[in-house]
């Protein structure tokens, strides 16, 4: 019975691992795609235009594309950090509101596909829903989930620095929002780096502090009488 519980245990590790190393990987991608988008797309003002504007002619394919790969990235790293976590870390409103992001990222990228030759008048609409829900609810992953670190000792030395560009996510969101005079391309591309930034630093957490014998292991049936203590 120990035995299967500590296959078990590894096989758990091993997926949360590779949950990891596959975020880091997606997240990685999708910034240099980003940044290689601001040089590729010349008919476009990268200070002004906001990164939505690119989901369109040249290369809009590839963008939408990529936002579904990072939406999907988003979910299965939101789990496997659940896994990963003790017990008064885990948190199932903040893997909700991973998914419910990763939701709209993907309503974003699905919805500027199609329905703005279909039903014209309701795609903006359908685009300002699924945008808004994406970067609403993941900064509040973000946020929640670097503040429950600390209730983990593996991770408690991992609060300082996600909370820091949790936070300075936040600040550059609300400047995106709340000042007029903020140049909306540049303002929301930063917001959108420190965000996938942060799923990139915390995937390789998970992905790589495995070999260094540091990350936390996954719970395993030998501790299938601890209950979560969910938030």
């Not at 939408?64 to 939101?78: E, H, I, S």
């Not at 950090?81 to 991973?98: C, D, I, M, N």
């Not at 609403?136 to 000792?153: E, G, Y």
């Amino acid at each position: 019975m120990m035995e299967t519980g500590t296959r078990d245990g590894e096989g758990q590790a091993a997926w949360i691992a590779a949950a990891g190393r596959l975020a880091a990987i997606v997240g990685s991608a999708f910034l240099a795609w980003v940044v290689a988008l601001q040089f590729m797309r010349d008919d476009l003002a990268w200070v002004d235009a906001q990164l939505s504007l690119y989901l369109h002619g040249p290369y809009g394919l590839g963008l939408r594309t990529a936002y579904c790969l990072m939406a999907a990235a988003m979910a299965v790293v939101a789990l496997a950090l659940q896994q990963a976590l003790q017990a008064g870390a885990r948190s199932r409103t903040v893997l909700g509101l991973f998914w419910c992001a990763a939701l709209g990222l993907g309503g974003v990228a699905i919805g500027d596909s199609w329905l703005p030759d279909l039903a014209p008048d309701v795609a903006p609409l359908v685009h300002l829903l699924s945008a808004q829900t994406a970067f609403l609810c993941v900064i509040a992953a973000v946020l929640l989930q670097s503040w429950w670190f600390r209730h983990d000792p593996r991770w408690r030395d991992r609060f300082g620095p996600a909370f820091a560009v949790g936070v300075l996510a936040f600040a550059v969101l609300a400047w995106n929002a709340g000042v007029r005079s903020a140049p909306r391309g540049l303002s929301q591309k930063l917001a959108i780096v420190l965000i996938v930034g942060w799923l990139v630093m915390v995937g390789a957490w998970l992905g790589w502090r495995n070999r260094a014998g540091a990350a936390p292991q996954a719970t395993s049936r030998d501790n299938a009488d601890v209950q979560p203590e969910e938030h």
